[in-house]
T-cell receptor, first 118, second 113 residues
Framework: DTGVSQDPRHKITKRGQNVTFRCDPI?????LYWYRQTLGQGPEFLTY????????KSRLLSDRFSAERPKGSFSTLEIQRTEQGDSAMYLC????????????????FGAGSRLTVL | GENVEQHPSTLSVQEGDSAVIKCTYS??????FPWYKQELGKRPQLIID?????GEKKDQRIAVTLNKTAKHFSLHITETQPEDSAVYFC????????????FGTGTLLAVQP
């Protein structure tokens, strides 16, 4: 599978625990995005990397959330001291380094990591 | 702030009929408008997209129209089939310094055989 890979696919944890999700984007994609999706809603933007640089972070993102992309390839999203409201599907997506208005720059999603906080 | 509104939230049509989903966006700098289809338990998949220099784009039974002045864009599916049943999301983005997409809340399309 040469698409966007996410791990784990499912995570059940108790409130207060830390969890970490991993995303492996398509290899030639410079840009990587994290989104969160809850039932009945569209994907909500969390943060965006160009190579290893985190260029934007949603104002809605709590300080308990942190994301890294240390070598400009895979990325991790960590949630500390999880709360029940963090239960959601965490989607990773990637695309090439050109802008949307400059050509084909389709955002490709991974299958997601579903988090359930008990 | 940036916002994308999508209507209707649910849509039920008979097989063979047409379906139309409408979106409006708030950020006038947006210049890229994709539509994604998401089946239950699966990832969103791009079905069609349009850029701001084009008013309409068609791909077989699917078409998208864009009115930049009114900040409206729409998805049109003709000759609907049961396999078109899914949740459809519009999105807008690409403007200015940001490269994020802002998604609508989705439309659950049910095609009745």
């Amino acid at each position: 599978d040469t698409g966007v890979s996410q791990d784990p696919r499912h995570k059940i944890t108790k409130r207060g625990q830390n969890v970490t999700f991993r995303c492996d984007p398509i290899s030639e994609h410079n840009r990587l995005y994290w989104y969160r999706q809850t039932l009945g809603q569209g994907p909500e933007f969390l943060t965006y990397f160009q190579n290893e640089a985190q260029l934007e972070k949603s104002r809605l993102l709590s300080d308990r959330f942190s994301a890294e992309r240390p070598k400009g390839s895979f990325s991790t999203l960590e949630i500390q001291r999880t709360e029940q409201g963090d239960s959601a599907m965490y989607l990773c997506a990637s695309n090439t380094g050109t802008g949307f208005n400059l050509g084909a720059n389709v955002l490709t999603f991974g299958a997601g990591s579903r988090l359930t906080v008990l | 702030g940036e916002n994308v509104e999508q209507h209707p939230s649910t849509l039920s049509v008979q097989e063979g009929d047409s379906a139309v989903i409408k979106c409006t966006y708030s950020d006038s700098a947006s210049n890229y408008f994709p539509w994604y289809k998401q089946e239950l338990g699966k990832r969103p998949q791009l079905i069609i997209d349009i850029r701001s220099n084009v008013g309409e784009k068609k791909d077989q039974r699917i078409a998208v129209t864009l009115n930049k002045t009114a900040k409206h864009f729409s998805l049109h599916i003709t000759e609907t089939q049961p396999e078109d049943s899914a949740v459809y999301f519009c999105a807008a983005g690409g403007g200015g310094a940001t490269n994020k997409l802002i998604f609508g809340t989705g439309t659950l399309l049910a095609v009745q055989p």
